[in-house]
């Protein structure tokens, strides 16, 4: 383009109109109507159609869309798809009514290099969309409209809260310490400064020293990190609003919680009422339920658990309900575990969850009526938390206790403190000075263009969420992952156990090849130009059984052998377990054949590598799956074909006729269910050959059969659904 003295990036355009505009002011022209009406604007090329003499491109800006025409002649070669044009034509209406404008000329602004998308607009995967967002904005105008209704949320958050006397402020991203909540920080190092600084995971002490100075009611919106797992309702970085209001309690967070919410929806959306990804609609008008988190607990459960309990009785509770615990933990610490674990999914409609237990609200104000709760709630909406907030404890000495109890009990547990103790420290001398009462209120703005935008995930409503880097993302495609999920997956222990992921060592490959082999010469021990006696066993113990003597089970061991390596690859206990009883099995019918020197000696060996490995073997059984006999049966037939093939290449000068690849594929598929041979065989082969292709064919049918009915015996579609799902949620799917 250059060389014919085109610049395929010019540095102006002067428009008159947009888009959008033209639309307005021509609403309705009659079909092959001109107005005479000279328009400039610009667009990106959408979709261009060619009909030789004539062509049609639509253009997009702003989410309005436009024709463009051009029959000039001569032919004006049209635009490609992608590129930004500058337009300059007549309004006009097509022959089938479309508003259009007929192109007198048009100038190239920016060239697109990369292939546009479908020009249907289906919209491309999560992944692409998530890391190339500005080609999803151009090729999806949804995606587009729930970033303006995000806009639109916040901005009616921000003014109702200034229509309420409420000042916005800014507080550190880094400090020394972080607080305000319980997650584990980012940390980072500042050069000049020579130490270590953290991104905050909540503005909230900042906030309170504020209220402490005077600035009686603040608010803030922006980011948090929290350096914890992702899933389809946690990204690492995400926006909260946080307020605070002296003189208040949670009541009145309580109503600003609502209306804020209110507002939000009706800024982006003109109505109250919502639609969740699952096709429910719910109605955000006020009033709101309101119930404590033990009546929750009781209403879906059954069960009583209050925060003044006795702690066996609450953990006896969590034990027949099939939740985990640990022994340190309070009664309220179990009560929120029962609620988060089959409560919170559970609560549609907007609902106000009061009444948190004291144990796990260490910022928080005792409740006047019921020491043992606090004055906190929770909004939850679509089963999924949208804010917090409290009546600040503001009693230092209280403060004081409350920050002492946590880190005990963390301590006792095992488990991370919320904020550091030189932090508790700042934030405890800051309230020496006086805090008057104040409400306090946090909203995950995320979550809630989530409900605002019928999105599924959080990355649909950030522009750039989180995601692994492209290097790492290219190394995870070319190269099998070596980390196994452990604990808490669907397993016989106990939910809510710590999350662990094991890195499968070399040693775990190196079996899973050993057992390969080692199975492959189990098979062909059976050949009897292949097999080697070491011990001459036959006459003290013969007559054998028939299926000892031909060695037919050595096929039957070799291929299961070859078939669990597989498994042994993916680091499976119970692909271990297994094939150390196929190896000792092995061994003691290599000894009572004689001892053939190759398949004993490797039995043997393998038999003690094995428990020298067996701590590098975790993963858990794969579930049922019917996907599993779709892609087992090709591995069996091909390891029974490579069997039948090598066994007839080493008897080759004792078959008649002569051996050829069709007769041989034929032999080994008649062999598999006893049908006659097309070959004739001599000596021990002749028994021994057509016996174990008719144990593999039994083995084949056995595996086959386990495969089809183990999803109908270990659980239905539906529960392996809701296992995955709880699955995708506590460990993230990216």
């Known amino acids: 383009m250059r060389c014919a003295g085109i610049d395929p990036y010019p540095a102006r355009f002067d428009s008159t109109i947009s888009i959008a505009q033209v639309r307005t002011r021509y609403p309705k022209l009659p079909a092959s109507a001109a107005t005479n009406d000279s328009v400039r604007f610009t667009g990106r090329v959408a979709l261009v159609r060619d009909h030789g003499g004539i062509w049609f491109a639509t253009l997009e800006s702003g989410g309005a869309t436009l024709q463009i025409?051009?029959?000039?002649?001569?032919?004006?070669?049209?635009?490609?798809?992608?590129?930004?044009?500058?337009?300059?034509?007549?309004?006009?209406?097509?022959?089938?009514?479309?508003?259009?404008?007929?192109?007198?000329?048009?100038?190239?602004?920016?060239?697109?290099?990369?292939?546009?998308?479908?020009?249907?607009?289906?919209?491309?995967?999560?992944?692409?969309?998530?890391?190339?967002?500005?080609?999803?904005?151009?090729?999806?105008?949804?995606?587009?409209?729930?970033?303006?209704?995000?806009?639109?949320?916040?901005?009616?958050?921000?003014?109702?809260?200034?229509?309420?006397?409420?000042?916005?402020?800014?507080?550190?991203?880094?400090?020394?310490?972080?607080?305000?909540?319980?997650?584990?920080?980012?940390?980072?190092?500042?050069?000049?400064?020579?130490?270590?600084?953290?991104?905050?995971?909540?503005?909230?002490?900042?906030?309170?020293?504020?209220?402490?100075?005077?600035?009686?009611?603040?608010?803030?919106?922006?980011?948090?990190?929290?350096n914890e797992g992702m899933s389809s309702k946690h990204n690492p970085e995400f926006t909260m609003l946080e307020v605070y209001q002296a003189y208040a309690d949670y009541t009145d967070m309580m109503e600003l919680a609502q209306h804020l919410v209110v507002e939000a929806a009706l800024a982006a959306l003109g109505s109250t009422v919502v639609q969740l990804p699952v096709g429910t609609q719910i109605d955000l008008a006020l009033p709101w339920r309101q119930a404590s988190m033990s009546e929750l607990v009781f209403e879906h459960t059954g069960e009583e658990i209050e925060a003044k309990m006795d702690p066996t009785e609450a953990q006896a509770a969590l034990g027949r309900l099939g939740i985990g615990y640990n022994q340190a933990w309070g009664a309220g610490k179990c009560l929120v575990a029962v609620f988060d674990d089959r409560v919170e999914a559970k609560l549609i409609a907007p609902t106000i969850v009061t009444h948190h237990p004291v144990e796990t609200s260490p910022l928080a104000r005792r409740c006047r009526s019921d020491p043992w709760v606090t004055e906190r709630f929770e909004l939850i909406v679509g089963g999924m938390e949208l804010a917090n907030a409290y009546s600040?404890?503001?009693?230092?000495?209280?403060?004081?206790?409350?920050?002492?109890?946590?880190?005990?009990?963390?301590?006792?547990?095992?488990?991370?403190?919320?904020?550091?103790?030189?932090?508790?420290?700042?934030y405890v001398e800051a309230l020496d000075r006086g805090l008057p009462p104040t409400g306090g209120l946090g909203i995950g703005i995320d979550r809630l263009?989530?409900?605002?935008?019928?999105?599924?995930?959080?990355?649909?409503?950030?522009?750039?969420?989180?995601?692994?880097?492209?290097?790492?993302?290219?190394?995870?495609t070319s190269r099998r992952s070596s980390l196994v999920p452990t604990a808490p997956l669907p397993t016989s222990a106990l939910a809510g156990a710590q999350v662990a992921a094991v890195r499968l060592s070399g040693l775990v490959r190196v079996?899973?090849?050993?057992?390969?082999?080692?199975?492959?010469?189990?098979?062909?021990?059976?050949?009897?130009?292949?097999?080697?006696?070491?011990?001459l066993l036959d006459e003290l113990i013969s007559p054998l059984p028939l299926v000892l003597d031909n060695a037919v089970l050595s096929v039957g061991i070799g291929s299961c052998m070859v078939l669990l390596s597989g498994q042994l690859l993916r680091g499976k206990r119970r692909a271990w377990s297994l094939a150390l009883v196929l190896f000792v099995l092995s061994a003691g019918f290599s000894l009572a054949r004689g001892g053939?020197?190759?398949?004993?000696?490797?039995?043997?060996?393998?038999?003690?590598?094995?428990?020298?490995?067996?701590?590098?073997?975790?993963?858990?059984?794969?579930?049922?799956?019917?996907?599993?006999?779709?892609?087992?049966?090709?591995?069996f037939l091909l390891l029974v074909y490579v069997y039948g093939l090598i066994a007839l290449w080493a008897q080759q000068g004792t078959l008649s006729p002569a051996i050829n690849l069709g007769d041989s594929l034929w032999a080994v598929t008649v062999g598999l269910v006893g049908g006659e041979q097309p070959y004739e065989y001599s000596g021990r082969f002749a028994k021994l050959f057509p016996a174990s292709l008719e144990v593999l064919g039994a083995v084949g049918l056995l595996l086959l059969l386990w495969l089809l009915l183990r999803p109908a015996v270990r659980g239905r579609v539906g529960e392996g659904r809701e296992r995955a799902a709880s699955m995708v949620e506590q460990f993230g799917w990216d």
Do not use: C, W, Y
């Not at 209280?398 to 420290?425: K, M, N, Y």
């Not at 935008?453 to 790492?472: E, G």
């Not at 020197?597 to 794969?622: H, P, W, Y």
């Open 449 to 476: 263009v989530m409900l605002l935008t019928k999105s599924s995930s959080i990355r649909d409503v950030i522009l750039f969420p989180t995601m692994r880097s492209t290097q790492a993302a290219q190394q995870g």
């Open 596 to 635: 053939e020197a190759v398949a004993l000696t490797a039995s043997l060996t393998m038999i003690v590598i094995l428990l020298l490995t067996r701590n590098e073997f975790t993963g858990l059984a794969d579930p049922p799956s019917l996907i599993r006999v779709a892609r087992s049966i090709p591995r």
């Open 69 to 226: 025409l051009s029959e000039a002649s001569p032919r004006q070669e049209p635009p490609h798809r992608g590129d930004l044009i500058g337009v300059s034509g007549e309004v006009v209406s097509s022959a089938s009514g479309e508003l259009s404008v007929r192109v007198q000329g048009f100038e190239l602004l920016s060239t697109s290099l990369v292939s546009p998308g479908d020009k249907r607009g289906r919209p491309r995967p999560m992944e692409h969309r998530s890391r190339h967002r500005e080609a999803d904005l151009m090729e999806n105008l949804h995606s587009r409209s729930v970033f303006t209704r995000r806009s639109q949320a916040i901005s009616g958050i921000r003014v109702a809260l200034e229509a309420r006397g409420f000042l916005e402020v800014e507080t550190p991203v880094f400090a020394a310490d972080a607080g305000g909540a319980t997650a584990r920080p980012f940390v980072t190092r500042h050069n000049a400064l020579g130490q270590d600084l953290m991104m905050r995971i909540a503005p909230e002490l900042f906030l309170k020293r504020l209220v402490i100075g005077g600035m009686d009611r603040v608010f803030e919106l922006g980011r948090v990190f929290r």
């Open 511 to 535: 079996v899973a090849l050993l057992t390969t082999i080692v199975g492959v010469l189990t098979m062909l021990s059976a050949v009897p130009a292949i097999s080697a006696r070491t011990l």
């Open 392 to 426: 600040e404890l503001n009693d230092p000495v209280e403060q004081r206790e409350r920050f002492a109890h946590e880190r005990s009990s963390a301590d006792t547990a095992g488990e991370p403190t919320g904020v550091s103790s030189s932090l508790d420290q700042s």
